[in-house]
């Protein structure tokens, strides 16, 4: 298996939905080192592993969903159900061949994800962020010990978790300084920056551990503007009003934590 690192295409433009790109790898499913084989847990004998030099699918990690859709050339269709990337930082579509013919090394492919997935998935991600922002902003110094955890992003298990115990009466006031930043309209920034930035900023506490940002490279990062900013790797809207109405659905408590679900419409 080749062992380049796939240029990840859509953390510098969400909005590309399709591209041509190259093949570097097929193989069956099988032949998958086992440690990449449990990165997919639906994938049967009948699937298959394509590499590409280049990506525009998202694939799942930061809490957001892989993409799905079609690498195609003049003889050949391969419908892309899951992506993950392993260790390597090598971007692995899994999925499977339509027919008989299938997609070589070396072959020129076009990609094409699932626009309205993409745009679902981006819209949640981004809905997370504000979400955060609206929460911290509103009990950071409410709430002992508040710190933000981890969030899903998934469309039927949205939520944020936080540090710290948030009662059910905070929920209204949540609703509303997140109705506020959506209806905002404040522009949501794709920024790299160096551990120098985060200090400048005062933001020491957002800066990522070296061991997962490739040596030489800066710290991708979305700057909701006028709110917060995130180290991530995820797609997002362009601005906060197009992820739509976003719900603050329940607040629920365990252990210390607190977990603030959502849904958007």
Known sequence: MASTRTILVFQHDANLNIIETTVTD???FNALEESNRLLFKDATTEHHVIVTEETIFHPQGGGQPSDTGVLKSPSSTFTVTAVRMNPRGQVLHLGLFEGSSALKKGETVEQAIDVEKRLLYSRLHTAGHVLGSAVRHLLEKEIRNFDELK?????????CEFQGSIE?????SIQNKLDGYVAAKMPVQIEWWDEEDFRSRGLERLIPDRSLVPEGEKSRVVNI??????????THVDTTDLCGPVTVKKISRKQGNSRVSYVVK
């Open 225 to 234: 503007v006028g709110a917060e900013v995130y180290p991530c790797g995820g």
């Open 168 to 172: 059910g009466k905070w929920k209204e």
């Open 151 to 159: 969030a899903s992003h998934f469309p039927d298990s949205a939520a």
């Open 26 to 28: 097929v193989f069956p």
